[in-house]
Protein backbone atom coordinates (compact mmCIF):
# COMPACT_ATOMS: atom_id res chain seq x y z
CA UNK A 1 0.00 0.00 0.00
CA UNK A 2 1.47 3.18 -1.10
CA UNK A 3 2.08 5.77 1.48
CA UNK A 4 2.95 9.46 2.00
CA UNK A 5 5.36 11.33 4.45
CA UNK A 6 5.76 14.87 5.15
CA UNK A 7 8.45 15.27 7.67
CA UNK A 8 7.94 18.75 8.79
CA UNK A 9 4.68 19.58 10.91
CA UNK A 10 5.16 22.73 11.02
CA UNK A 11 7.39 25.34 8.80
CA UNK A 12 7.90 29.19 10.23
CA UNK A 13 9.02 31.74 7.51
CA UNK A 14 9.39 35.35 7.66
CA UNK A 15 7.60 37.05 4.81
CA UNK A 16 9.55 37.18 1.36
CA UNK A 17 11.97 34.54 2.04
CA UNK A 18 12.09 30.90 0.12
CA UNK A 19 9.66 28.15 1.41
CA UNK A 20 10.61 24.44 0.80
CA UNK A 21 7.74 21.64 2.43
CA UNK A 22 8.73 18.22 1.98
CA UNK A 23 7.12 15.50 0.97
CA UNK A 24 8.03 12.00 -0.23
CA UNK A 25 5.99 8.77 -0.89
CA UNK A 26 6.01 5.54 -1.25
CA UNK A 27 4.30 3.03 -4.19
CA UNK A 28 4.82 -0.06 -5.85
CA UNK A 29 3.02 1.40 -8.73
CA UNK A 30 3.19 4.43 -10.50
CA UNK A 31 1.21 7.16 -9.10
CA UNK A 32 -0.36 10.63 -9.35
CA UNK A 33 0.69 13.49 -6.96
CA UNK A 34 -1.06 16.38 -5.32
CA UNK A 35 -0.76 19.37 -3.26
CA UNK A 36 -3.47 20.61 -1.42
CA UNK A 37 -3.90 23.79 0.93
CA UNK A 38 -6.15 23.87 4.13
CA UNK A 39 -6.84 28.16 4.31
CA UNK A 40 -7.84 29.25 8.13
CA UNK A 41 -11.46 28.38 8.47
CA UNK A 42 -12.01 26.84 5.20
CA UNK A 43 -12.17 23.90 3.16
CA UNK A 44 -9.29 21.62 1.08
CA UNK A 45 -8.78 22.88 -1.85
CA UNK A 46 -6.66 21.72 -4.36
CA UNK A 47 -3.32 23.81 -5.10
CA UNK A 48 -1.30 21.76 -7.74
CA UNK A 49 -0.91 18.20 -9.13
CA UNK A 50 1.81 15.92 -11.53
CA UNK A 51 -0.74 14.01 -13.96
CA UNK A 52 1.83 13.41 -17.32
CA UNK A 53 4.41 15.56 -18.33
CA UNK A 54 6.90 18.45 -17.83
CA UNK A 55 7.62 17.22 -13.78
CA UNK A 56 7.90 20.56 -13.00
CA UNK A 57 4.36 21.80 -12.06
CA UNK A 58 2.70 25.27 -11.14
CA UNK A 59 0.29 27.12 -9.49
CA UNK A 60 -1.36 30.15 -10.15
CA UNK A 61 -0.24 31.98 -7.13
CA UNK A 62 3.53 31.02 -7.47
CA UNK A 63 3.99 28.07 -6.18
CA UNK A 64 5.82 25.34 -7.69
CA UNK A 65 6.47 21.47 -7.26
CA UNK A 66 8.76 18.67 -8.94
CA UNK A 67 8.09 15.10 -9.40
CA UNK A 68 11.13 13.17 -8.83
CA UNK A 69 11.01 9.62 -9.69
CA UNK A 70 14.13 8.41 -8.40
CA UNK A 71 14.13 9.97 -4.97
CA UNK A 72 9.99 9.46 -4.90
CA UNK A 73 9.21 13.43 -3.79
CA UNK A 74 7.35 15.78 -4.54
CA UNK A 75 8.29 18.98 -2.79
CA UNK A 76 6.59 22.41 -2.62
CA UNK A 77 8.45 25.74 -3.08
CA UNK A 78 7.74 28.88 -3.17
CA UNK A 79 10.59 31.91 -3.92
CA UNK A 80 8.89 34.50 -1.80
CA UNK A 81 6.24 33.95 0.38
CA UNK A 82 3.25 36.18 2.11
CA UNK A 83 1.36 36.22 4.60
CA UNK A 84 -1.66 35.07 3.17
CA UNK A 85 0.00 31.70 2.51
CA UNK A 86 -0.10 31.09 5.71
CA UNK A 87 -1.87 27.52 5.58
CA UNK A 88 -1.73 23.77 6.44
CA UNK A 89 -0.12 22.09 3.11
CA UNK A 90 -0.95 18.73 2.41
CA UNK A 91 0.41 16.21 -0.22
CA UNK A 92 -1.32 13.57 -1.19
CA UNK A 93 -1.05 10.31 -3.82
CA UNK A 94 -3.37 8.53 -6.05
CA UNK A 95 -2.02 4.83 -7.54
CA UNK A 96 -2.91 4.44 -10.96
CA UNK A 97 -4.34 1.09 -10.43
CA UNK A 98 -7.21 1.80 -8.27
CA UNK A 99 -9.74 2.65 -10.65
CA UNK A 100 -10.44 5.75 -9.43
CA UNK A 101 -8.42 8.72 -7.50
CA UNK A 102 -8.25 7.29 -3.90
CA UNK A 103 -6.16 10.03 -2.48
CA UNK A 104 -3.73 9.32 0.53
CA UNK A 105 -2.27 11.89 2.12
CA UNK A 106 0.46 12.99 4.38
CA UNK A 107 -0.04 14.36 7.92
CA UNK A 108 0.57 17.78 6.64
CA UNK A 109 3.01 21.10 7.05
CA UNK A 110 1.52 23.97 8.55
CA UNK A 111 3.27 27.01 6.87
CA UNK A 112 3.64 29.77 9.30
CA UNK A 113 4.45 33.37 7.84
CA UNK A 114 5.48 36.63 9.56
CA UNK A 115 5.78 39.64 8.85
CA UNK B 1 -21.82 28.05 -8.63
CA UNK B 2 -22.11 26.38 -5.31
CA UNK B 3 -19.96 24.32 -4.19
CA UNK B 4 -19.94 21.00 -1.71
CA UNK B 5 -21.44 21.62 1.34
CA UNK B 6 -22.28 19.97 4.22
CA UNK B 7 -24.74 19.65 7.16
CA UNK B 8 -24.29 19.92 10.39
CA UNK B 9 -21.44 21.33 10.68
CA UNK B 10 -20.76 20.80 14.09
CA UNK B 11 -21.85 17.64 16.17
CA UNK B 12 -21.79 16.71 20.36
CA UNK B 13 -23.46 13.40 20.63
CA UNK B 14 -22.94 10.90 23.59
CA UNK B 15 -21.05 7.28 22.68
CA UNK B 16 -23.23 4.46 21.89
CA UNK B 17 -25.75 7.36 19.89
CA UNK B 18 -26.36 6.43 15.94
CA UNK B 19 -25.40 10.40 14.16
CA UNK B 20 -25.95 10.95 10.32
CA UNK B 21 -23.52 13.68 8.68
CA UNK B 22 -24.85 14.83 4.71
CA UNK B 23 -23.32 15.70 1.96
CA UNK B 24 -24.52 17.96 -0.85
CA UNK B 25 -22.48 17.61 -3.37
CA UNK B 26 -21.65 20.17 -7.23
CA UNK B 27 -24.75 19.95 -9.10
CA UNK B 28 -24.06 17.65 -11.86
CA UNK B 29 -21.12 15.70 -10.09
CA UNK B 30 -21.75 11.73 -9.98
CA UNK B 31 -18.03 11.15 -8.40
CA UNK B 32 -18.58 11.42 -3.83
CA UNK B 33 -15.90 10.99 -1.66
CA UNK B 34 -16.15 10.53 2.12
CA UNK B 35 -12.99 11.31 3.87
CA UNK B 36 -11.95 11.28 7.83
CA UNK B 37 -9.58 14.19 9.34
CA UNK B 38 -8.43 13.03 13.00
CA UNK B 39 -6.83 15.39 14.96
CA UNK B 40 -3.18 16.04 13.99
CA UNK B 41 -3.40 13.92 10.53
CA UNK B 42 -4.28 14.02 7.06
CA UNK B 43 -7.67 12.98 5.63
CA UNK B 44 -8.22 9.60 5.42
CA UNK B 45 -10.35 7.98 2.69
CA UNK B 46 -13.59 6.39 3.52
CA UNK B 47 -15.81 5.58 1.01
CA UNK B 48 -16.21 6.32 -2.87
CA UNK B 49 -19.61 6.06 -4.89
CA UNK B 50 -19.92 6.85 -8.39
CA UNK B 51 -23.63 7.52 -9.31
CA UNK B 52 -25.67 5.63 -6.33
CA UNK B 53 -23.54 2.74 -6.01
CA UNK B 54 -20.37 2.69 -3.51
CA UNK B 55 -17.71 1.49 -5.76
CA UNK B 56 -15.04 1.36 -3.36
CA UNK B 57 -15.82 1.21 0.87
CA UNK B 58 -12.31 -0.13 1.83
CA UNK B 59 -11.87 3.22 3.76
CA UNK B 60 -14.82 2.47 6.33
CA UNK B 61 -13.21 1.34 9.83
CA UNK B 62 -16.54 -1.56 10.66
CA UNK B 63 -19.41 -2.29 10.39
CA UNK B 64 -20.92 0.74 12.37
CA UNK B 65 -19.99 2.86 9.55
CA UNK B 66 -22.42 3.10 6.66
CA UNK B 67 -23.07 5.30 4.03
CA UNK B 68 -25.43 6.08 1.10
CA UNK B 69 -26.37 7.77 -1.98
CA UNK B 70 -30.15 6.87 -2.79
CA UNK B 71 -30.37 9.23 -6.00
CA UNK B 72 -26.96 9.44 -7.65
CA UNK B 73 -26.61 13.11 -5.56
CA UNK B 74 -27.37 13.69 -1.70
CA UNK B 75 -25.00 11.28 0.41
CA UNK B 76 -25.48 10.21 4.21
CA UNK B 77 -22.68 8.93 6.44
CA UNK B 78 -24.43 6.82 8.87
CA UNK B 79 -22.56 6.23 12.64
CA UNK B 80 -24.13 3.53 14.79
CA UNK B 81 -23.42 2.81 18.53
CA UNK B 82 -20.69 5.95 18.51
CA UNK B 83 -17.60 5.55 20.08
CA UNK B 84 -15.08 8.22 21.68
CA UNK B 85 -12.91 7.59 18.36
CA UNK B 86 -15.24 8.17 16.14
CA UNK B 87 -14.85 11.76 16.96
CA UNK B 88 -12.88 13.83 14.09
CA UNK B 89 -13.78 15.55 10.90
CA UNK B 90 -15.84 13.81 7.96
CA UNK B 91 -14.95 15.57 5.10
CA UNK B 92 -16.97 15.09 1.67
CA UNK B 93 -15.51 15.98 -1.97
CA UNK B 94 -17.02 15.31 -5.35
CA UNK B 95 -15.75 15.26 -8.80
CA UNK B 96 -17.22 15.11 -12.18
CA UNK B 97 -16.73 11.86 -13.00
CA UNK B 98 -15.98 11.77 -16.08
CA UNK B 99 -11.63 11.29 -16.10
CA UNK B 100 -11.78 8.92 -12.86
CA UNK B 101 -7.92 9.31 -12.43
CA UNK B 102 -7.35 13.34 -13.42
CA UNK B 103 -10.32 15.30 -12.04
CA UNK B 104 -10.15 17.69 -9.47
CA UNK B 105 -11.74 16.72 -5.86
CA UNK B 106 -13.44 19.49 -4.68
CA UNK B 107 -13.77 19.17 -0.37
CA UNK B 108 -16.34 20.38 1.47
CA UNK B 109 -16.18 22.63 4.99
CA UNK B 110 -16.68 19.44 7.05
CA UNK B 111 -18.50 17.97 9.69
CA UNK B 112 -16.62 18.19 13.15
CA UNK B 113 -17.73 15.18 14.94
CA UNK B 114 -17.53 15.17 18.90
CA UNK B 115 -18.93 12.01 20.86
CA UNK B 116 -18.89 12.39 24.79
Known amino acids: AQSVTQLDSQVPVFEEAPVELRCNYS??????LFWYVQYPNQGLQLLLK??????LVESINGFEAEFNKSQTSFHLRKPSVHISDTAEYFC?????????????FGTGTRLLVSP | GAGVSQTPSNKVTEKGKYVELRCDPISGHTALYWYRQSLGQGPEFLIYFQGTGAADDSGLPNDRFFAVRPEGSVSTLKIQRTERGDSAVYLCASSSGTDPYQETQYFGPGTRLLVL
Open chain 1, 27 to 32: SSVSVY
Open chain 1, 92 to 104: AVSEMNTGFQKLV
Open chain 1, 50 to 55: YLSGST
